[in-house]
T-cell receptor
Framework: SQTIHQWPATLVQPVGSPLSLECTVE??????LYWYRQAAGRGLQLLFY??????ISSEVPQNLSASRPQDRQFILSSKKLLLSDSGFYLC?????????FGQGTRLTVV | GENVEQHPSTLSVQEGDSAVIKCTYS??????FPWYKQELGKGPQLIID?????GEKKDQRIAVTLNKTAKHFSLHITETQPEDSAVYFC???????????FGTGTRLKVLA
């Protein structure tokens, strides 16, 4: 069966520091991969998605970037975090239609 | 692009009563509509979905209906239980776009 791993679960980072969140998927090949952000009590905002290695589509211009160095690995990065980058970051994978989420990373920028 | 609206934003029901959450979408090309349940501090979990060639789908106490003409779909939870309390999200997906567009969520509280 397919599983998705996302880490770390929580992260506290100072303003101006770099960020790297990693997501890996097991049990499937060539999945579509997604990064979403969820502000407290709010909905899911699509940040990036990828349909293949090295293919990244950005939905919202911002302080973040994404990379897909391997088929089942998706990384969310920032060179310098802003206070507004705080939130709950969710990785998801999908094939054709169904999408499945990881357990999320709660990022607090202080 | 696709836009998904979800109502209500909060919903309180007595245990044992039914709950209904409604969503509308704008892109007629959307052909897959999942519903997710998100518990506090966790990622959303897919609970039921429906494709555009089906009008209704049921799985035990939950059901989803789709009206393609009106571009709306609904989640129905019967015989609600306290463990149904969570935030529920609807979404729409159009083949060829690869993107899931989510509604803004409904916080359901089941009162014991």
């Amino acid at each position: 069966s397919q599983t998705i791993h996302q880490w770390p679960a929580t992260l506290v980072q100072p303003v101006g520091s770099p960020l790297s969140l990693e997501c890996t998927v097991e049990g499937t090949s060539n999945p579509n991969l997604y990064w979403y952000r969820q502000a407290a009590g709010r909905g899911l905002q699509l940040l990036f998605y990828s349909v293949g290695i090295g293919q990244i589509s950005s939905e919202v211009p911002q302080n973040l970037s994404a990379s897909r160095p391997q088929d089942r690995q998706f990384i969310l990065s920032s060179k310098k975090l802003l206070l507004s980058d705080s939130g709950f970051y969710l990785c998801a994978w999908g094939n054709r239609a169904e999408a499945f989420f990881g357990q999320g990373t709660r990022l607090t920028v202080v | 692009g696709e836009n998904v609206e979800q109502h209500p934003s909060t919903l309180s029901v007595q245990e044992g009563d039914s709950a209904v959450i409604k969503c509308t979408y704008s892109d007629s090309a959307s052909n897959y509509f999942p519903w997710y349940k998100q518990e506090l501090g966790k990622g959303p979990q897919l609970i039921i979905d429906i494709r555009s060639n089906v009008g209704e789908k049921k799985d035990q106490r939950i059901a989803v209906t789709l009206n393609k003409t009106a571009k709306h779909f609904s989640l129905h939870i019967t015989e609600t239980q306290p463990e149904d309390s969570a935030v529920y999200f609807c979404a729409a997906w159009a083949s060829g776009t690869y993107k899931y567009i989510f509604g803004t969520g409904t916080r359901l509280k089941v009162l014991a």
